[in-house]
């Protein structure tokens, strides 16, 4: 019924799936159960996992939301690649090599907060012309 939602949500759900395998990675491999153990590593991939799971809830809402109102696909596919690039971008710069504040992180969060001015506004537009 929403197949594009649909995609971006799968995309989605198996970044956040590899996310969730890479702090059990970690935790694993220094033979800690629960929190960070003080590893700057596990912080790292914690947040990078948080933060996904933050923010591609409400974006996949909007999305959503848009295309249940018959919204533009271009517009639907462009707001749904967006995301997952930038949370793609986002996580590397967390958990990759210099993951201290970097352009990927910047690129992720950029991206990221582009869709939700974007789709937050194209929805208020589809609502007020409702």
Same mark, same amino acid.
């Given at each position: 019924?929403?197949?594009?939602?649909?995609?971006?949500?799968?995309?989605?759900?198996?970044?956040?799936?590899?996310?969730?395998?890479?702090? $059990?990675?970690?935790?694993?491999?220094?033979?800690?159960?629960?929190?960070?153990?003080?590893?700057?590593?596990?912080?790292?991939? $914690?947040? /990078?996992?948080?933060?996904?799971?933050?923010?591609?809830?409400?974006?996949?809402?909007?999305?959503?939301?848009?295309?249940?109102?018959? &919204?533009?696909?271009?517009?639907?596919?462009?707001?749904? /690649?967006?995301?997952?690039?930038?949370?793609?971008? %986002? &996580?590397?710069?967390?958990?990759?090599?210099?993951?201290?504040?970097?352009? +990927?992180?910047?690129?992720?969060?950029? /991206?990221?907060?582009? $869709? +939700?001015? &974007?789709?937050?506004? %194209?929805?208020? $537009?589809? /609502?007020?012309?409702?």
């Amino acid at each position: 019924m929403f197949p594009i939602t649909a995609l971006y949500a799968a995309l989605c759900g198996l970044l956040v799936l590899a996310l969730a395998f890479n702090v $059990v990675r970690y935790r694993f491999g220094r033979g800690i159960s629960l929190g960070d153990g003080g590893d700057a590593r596990i912080t790292r991939a $914690v947040r /990078a996992h948080g933060n996904a799971v933050e923010y591609i809830p409400l974006a996949l809402i909007l999305i959503g939301l848009l295309e249940g109102n018959n &919204a533009n696909a271009w517009a639907l596919h462009l707001y749904g /690649a967006l995301l997952v690039l930038g949370r793609v971008a %986002h &996580a590397w710069g967390m958990t990759g090599p210099g993951s201290e504040v970097n352009n +990927f992180r910047k690129l992720g969060i950029i /991206a990221t907060w582009t $869709v +939700f001015l &974007a789709a937050s506004v %194209h929805l208020l $537009v589809v /609502a007020v012309a409702y």
